[in-house]
């Protein structure tokens, strides 16, 4: 009897490590499920994914895309750090940021805009100072709010599919939702 418990156990402390999912993994995928989902004004040949003050995250998302394709194309995982230049981020096409944010000027905001820099925080909040999609949790449920009007200002589009799962703010009646 002690023998099977144990061996019970011994199997359950080996195995449950292989279903337990970090915060880290769920939004590397998020990104890249938005990175499918978002249509960019020109064709995107390799992805600039660009993580903000997370050196941790960066290295980590470079580890898997240094041997996988980030939505069907090559990746480059380029960490920022405060005081990296708006210009720096301009070469971004995604730019994720948690809870240290870059400087969310106006000027700054415009560049990334014109620049067609999908902006993305760990925070819902952070949808109504500029970023077109935000992070929150509800019920143990990682969900995401999205701003049409933001994606729209930086000439992206979110396919219908995306606006489906989303909390959408400032909706704009889907007069720019890519099919």
């Given amino acids: 009897m002690k023998a099977s418990v ?23 995928a998020y990104l890249e499920r938005f ?8 064709p995107i040949k390799s992805y600039n994914i660009c993580i903000f003050n997370d050196p941790v995250f960066s290295k980590t998302l470079q580890k898997s895309y240094d041997s996988n394709l980030f ?50 925080s760990d925070e819902a909040s952070d949808v109504k100072k500029g970023a077109a999609i935000g992070f929150y949790l509800e019920n143990n449920a990682f969900r995401f709010l999205l701003s049409q009007r933001n994606l729209e200002t930086a000439n992206l589009k979110a396919s219908y ?11 704009t ?7």
């Fill in 6 to 28: 144990f061996l019970l156990l011994f199997v359950h402390s080996c195995i449950a490590p292989l279903f337990a999912v970090s915060e880290e993994s769920i939004k590397a």
């Fill in 35 to 42: 990175a499918m989902f978002i249509e960019w004004p020109k």
């Fill in 71 to 120: 939505n069907n194309r090559p990746a480059t995982v380029i960490p920022l750090f405060t005081g990296s230049s708006a210009e720096e981020m301009s070469e971004c096409h995604i730019l994720f940021f948690r809870t240290a944010k870059p400087a969310q000027n106006e000027a700054q905001l415009n560049l990334l805009r014109k620049n067609n820099v999908l902006l993305i």
């Fill in 161 to 171: 599919k995306l606006l489906n799962f989303a909390t959408l703010i400032d909706p």
């Fill in 173 to 179: 009646e889907g007069k720019n939702a890519a099919k």
